[in-house]
């Protein structure tokens, strides 16, 4: 059996109509709403050859469909990306703007989050951007630049809540994945140092890079740590550097991503925040923990 998901962004309003639609055009079971008005989904026994056309629809009308075989869903490890997935912003860029040079760093970015050149290319590039750099001006980009992305709280709170691993692996630097990490309740976290003397940054980054690479090795190394197969693995991210883990984990979401990113990817959120990634699973409303 396959199930169905459609979510749509909370501010939204996913139309009964719709859904019921394409429960019928898919011969599917009994409608189950996991959250009124924002997400609902339903089992049916035959994967469709115009799935592709219908997500194309659905997005259209502001709404994401997901479709997953019925069993295992619910995964025991939460592996997410940092910069644009569990933050808004990307703190490389947000520590440019600081140093005047944040045009020059979001340009190679862009790039290299699209694929168009290598990761630990465009990050060496980029952090030989920011030498001479006061090292204190983290702390300022943390507390005046980044933000949460929203039902991130709640993603990782609810999946620990039900037994699962959650771990923060980031291609940008520890003194922030440290930070977001704590804030938001993650288990682990894993990203590059950022190099500095004096108190300010000598525009080089520690080695080996922690690129795409590095990421599917964090896939291995905690699911080998808990004995756990990459089937048990939700991977969400938004970049190349990112495809790696989501072609690899058993469950891979490429949320709000790039254009490149989302041709390769098995499931895409548009629409949707990071709860999204609760209801993919089969969590309803009354299940997800909110935490304060």
Known sequence: MFTATLITNPAMYLEAALVDSLRNALGGDDILWLAPDKAAEFTFPKRPKNEAQIWTSLQAEGVDLVVQHSEGRRKKVLLADMDSTMIRQECIDELAAEAGV?????????????????????????????????????????????????GGRALIATMKAHGAHTFLVSGGFTAFSAKIAADLGFDDHRANTLLSEGGVLTGEVATPILGRDAKVQALHDVTARLN??????????????????LQLAGTGVALHAKPTVQEQAKIRINHGDLTALLYIQGYAEDEIVAPD
């Not at 694929?115 to 943390?142: C, D, M, N, Y």
């Not at 197969?229 to 550097?241: H, I, R």
């Open 102 to 150: 944040g045009e020059d760093v979001a340009g190679i970015t862009a790039r290299a989050m699209n694929g168009e050149i290598a990761f630990e290319e465009a990050l060496r590039a980029r952090v030989s951007l920011l030498k001479g750099l006061e090292t204190s001006v983290i702390e300022t980009v943390l507390a005046r630049r980044i933000t949460h992305m929203p």
């Open 228 to 245: 756990l197969a990459p089937e048990d693995v939700l991977a969400v991210g938004d970049g190349a550097n990112d495809l790696g883990m």
